[in-house]
Structures are given as C-alpha cells and as structure tokens.
C-alpha cells in the first residue's frame, strides 16, 4: 500500500477545528457519538428492536446483526422492547410507568442510562486538554460521562441526567432494592426523549444552555443532530440565539457529517455567502485518543500545542 495522504481541505479545517478547541469561549455540544456504553435510548432504535422482535416471533437469531448486537450489550433494551412493542412511539416513558411501579420504572431507565463498566478514558480525558476559560460543555446524554470536566467547564444537561449515585455499585444496589422492595421513585430531571414541547424552554439547564450559545466563540457539534426532529425546539432556539460571531464545526463520521451540516447550517441560514459550517470526518473517541496521544509525544498539556501538527493527528486517528 502506498503512503497514505490527505487533501488540503480537510487538513485546513482540522486546523481551524484545532484553534476552536483551543480558545476561550469554547462551547462543546454532545449527542450520542459522544457517550458511551448506554442503550440508545431514541424512539426509532427502541422501536425498530421492538418491531423486529414482532416480525421475527421473538427469536432473537433472525434479528439484524446491528439489533442482536444491542440485545448482547444492553439486555435492558430487549426488556424494554417487549413492553414497548404494542405501544405508540410517543407513550414508551408511560408504558413504563404502567407496567412497572414508579419505583421499578425510574431504576429501569436510571440503569438503561448508566454505561456498561468503565468508559474509555479518552472520553473523559479529553476535555482537560481542551480549553476551558469561558466555556461550556451542553450534553444531551444522560450518561454523566462529563462529570469529570465539571472541575473545569460549566457543564450543562438541557435534558437533565441520571443519578450520580448510579455510577458507585453500593449505591446503585441500594437504589435498585429501594426501587423494587419499597417503591421508592428515583428522582430524576430529565426530559424523556419524547418531542420537545414549550415546557422545556422553562427548565434552568435550558435557558443556560441558550445563554451560553450567545456568547460563545466557537460552537463544536460531537455526534449531535437535533433528535432526528424530537429536539424541534433546541434546533430553532440555536438558529435564534447561536452568536453571529462563533464559528460552527460539526464533529461526526461520513455520511452523517454531511448531512449534520446541512442541518445545522440551515438554522444558520442568512448569515452571507462567507459563512459555513466546518465538518470534520471524525469518530469522537478515535480523536480524543489521537490528541491525547499526540499531546503526551511532545510532553504538552493544551490542545493549542497540537496546532500544526495536523496530519500528524489524522494519520493516528485514521491508523484506530
């Protein structure tokens, strides 16, 4: 095989992506390319299992290899396709509820958000690398897989998160025997991921995340596409109040990056014929772990040390 090479293009933009991540006033928004190790928790994946399962009279070994592999990684999923199957899409959170005591139906979606054994440190190294003055990490994973940032970025969850204390075996084991011999309900903040409707405007976490894409520098999009439309409400509020002065990059694998950029691009429309979104052909995690290892190479700490050394990043992340 010859020596591997990369276009001009997607090296300048892995420049610019480089510099956002370096300056103050960083805004990092998160979806599911970004977590790691939880049931994929949208209305299409669990209803896709649960129509699968329908079709395939419950033998698992006639599902889609993709579906049998989430069965094997998340059994919660397959529990909860069952129950969801004759259900509408937009009622799954209630069925829930239903079925289950209030106590058993909060552990159950507290665990299904929970990830499976440990996450990779790239995921939760990264973002001490990156910098942190005036910035803002807005997740819209339920995972708290962000919590170790928390010591340097203002980290917001516009759809809240699941409890910190699922994340300790003792304490977890203690909920889940709360939940199913007493009933006790885990509190909990969250927006389901159901449609967005007006009501998640009034949560806290919400109006801060709008304030911090108004006054952001650079906004940096990890795997995150507005909900396939559930999220219709933060898509139109980012067009409203995504500052005039940030520069946009979308962080995602082809084709998705593609078609993420549109998205995004279209609630940014208006802004002249110079304007554009930056996309970058990247799986998060293979990126993390190129920076870091790059950055630990030259003995440095910052991500600003890693500017310039652009094709030395894509080769380590294309070489994962």
């Known amino acids: 095989m010859g020596p591997v090479t990369l276009d001009e293009c997607r090296v ?58 989430q069965v094997t990684d998340h059994p919660d999923s397959l529990f909860m396709a069952e129950l969801l199957r004759a259900a509408p899409r937009d009622a799954w959170d209630r069925v829930l509820a239903d079925t289950l005591s209030p106590g058993q139906a909060s552990y159950v979606l507290h665990a299904s958000f929970t ?23 807005v997740t819209y994973n339920y995972d708290r897989i962000t919590d170790a940032a928390r010591s340097r970025f203002r980290v917001v969850a ?47 976490a919400y109006q801060e995340m709008t304030r911090a894409w108004r006054t952001a520098r650079s906004i940096v999009f990890i795997g995150y596409g507005f909900g396939r439309g559930d999220d219709a409400i933060s898509y139109e509020d980012f067009g409203l109040n995504a500052s005039t002065d940030a520069s946009v990059h979308v962080l995602c694998p082809r084709p998705d990056n593609a078609d993420l950029c549109k998205q995004i691009g279209y609630a940014l429309r208006g802004r002249g014929p110079k304007f554009r979104v930056f996309g970058h052909p990247y799986r998060w995690r293979s990126f993390a772990e190129a920076v870091l290892e790059y950055l630990e190479s030259v003995g440095r700490f910052h991500v600003a040390a890693a500017i310039g050394a652009e094709l030395e990043i894509a080769f380590r992340h294309d070489r994962k």
């Open 115 to 137: 990830p499976r054994g440990a996450v990779p440190q790239a995921l939760t190294q990264i973002f001490s690398v990156l910098e942190s003055e005036a910035g803002t990490i």
């Open 12 to 69: 300048d933009d892995l420049r610019r992506l480089l510099v956002a991540l370096a300056t103050p006033g960083l805004c990092l928004v998160l979806g599911a390319g970004a977590s790691h190790g939880v049931v994929p928790m949208t209305r299409q994946d669990i209803t896709d299992l649960a129509r699968e399962l329908l079709e395939a009279g419950g033998n698992l070994a006639l599902l889609p290899r993709r579906l049998r592999d």
């Open 158 to 204: 516009p759809h809240g998160e699941r409890s910190q204390l699922m994340s300790d075996p003792r304490t977890r084991e203690a909920m889940r025997k709360m939940a199913f011999e007493l009933h006790v309900p885990i509190a909990s903040d969250w927006w389901l991921p159901v449609p967005e409707t007006v009501e998640v405007q009034q949560r806290p």
